[in-house]
T-cell receptor, first 118, second 110 residues
Framework: GAVVSQHPSRVICKSGTSVKIECRSL??????MFWYRQFPKQSLMLMAT?????????EQGVEKDKFLINHASLTLSTLTVTSAHPEDSSFYIC??????????????FGPGTRLTVL | TQLLEQSPQFLSIQEGENLTVYCNSS?????LQWYRQEPGEGPVLLVT?????EVKKLKRLTFQFGDARKDSSLHITAAQPGDTGLYLC??????????FGAGTTVTVRA
């Protein structure tokens, strides 16, 4: 149980193009999904919190027009990196809040998407 | 500045040895999670602790939550090469967000 998938796992694109990453909860419904960015040998940096049917909440310093998030259903959230540039190259990971009890705040992570912008 | 401080940052040990990773904070958490992440993959949840003083065992892994719910430790007994990975602690303070530590890279040599 509590399986989260991401697609694609790897993407290489040219500078200036937009890239969409999908995050799906496969065997449970997720009211809240999260998008993280991770640089090599570093911890996860929360970019935004995505709630089904409402606008995403972005962390300080994250450009919402650059990183468009849509959470159209209880099993799918998408992150679109618009007009990608080499500095956007990173490992993007999504997670879903699948906690049984509200206080647990457990998150289940997808396998990540490696984005390389040339 | 990270809300959760993990130590050590790197740990390299021989197979069969024991190791302990620490996660400390000045903040109180309603729950704390430990994750393990392998290169190129997402973190995998190992355990959640919610009660001060709680000890949870998962085979050779022992997790402890401090009495004041500000710190936690992960102890691995008789480490194996399969235990190699990045260990992350993450705390929740009652809302939906997790604050992650910087991680501890564990390498177990065969």
């Amino acid at each position: 149980g509590a399986v989260v998938s991401q697609h694609p796992s790897r993407v290489i694109c040219k500078s200036g193009t937009s890239v969409k990453i999908e995050c799906r909860s496969l065997d449970f419904q997720a009211t809240t999904m999260f998008w993280y960015r991770q640089f090599p040998k570093q911890s996860l940096m929360l970019m935004a919190t995505s709630n089904e049917g409402s606008k995403a909440t972005y962390e300080q310093g994250v450009e919402k027009d650059k990183f468009l998030i849509n959470h159209a259903s209880l099993t799918l959230s998408t992150l679109t990196v618009t007009s990608a540039h080499p500095e956007d190259s990173s490992f993007y990971i999504c997670s879903a809040d699948g906690g049984v009890e509200p206080v647990y705040n457990e998150q289940f992570f997808g396998p990540g998407t490696r984005l390389t912008v040339l | 500045t990270q809300l959760l401080e993990q130590s050590p940052q790197f740990l390299s040990i021989q197979e069969g040895e024991n190791l302990t990773v620490y996660c400390n904070s000045s903040s109180v958490f309603s729950s704390l999670q430990w994750y393990r992440q392998e290169p190129g993959e997402g973190p995998v949840l190992l355990v959640t602790v919610v009660t001060g003083g709680e000890v949870k065992k998962l085979k050779r892994l022992t997790f402890q939550f401090g009495d004041a719910r500000k710190d936690s430790s992960l102890h691995i007994t008789a480490a194996q090469p399969g235990d190699t990975g990045l260990y992350l602690c993450a705390g929740a303070k009652g809302d939906y967000k997790l604050s992650f530590g910087a991680g501890t890279t564990v390498t177990v040599r065969a």
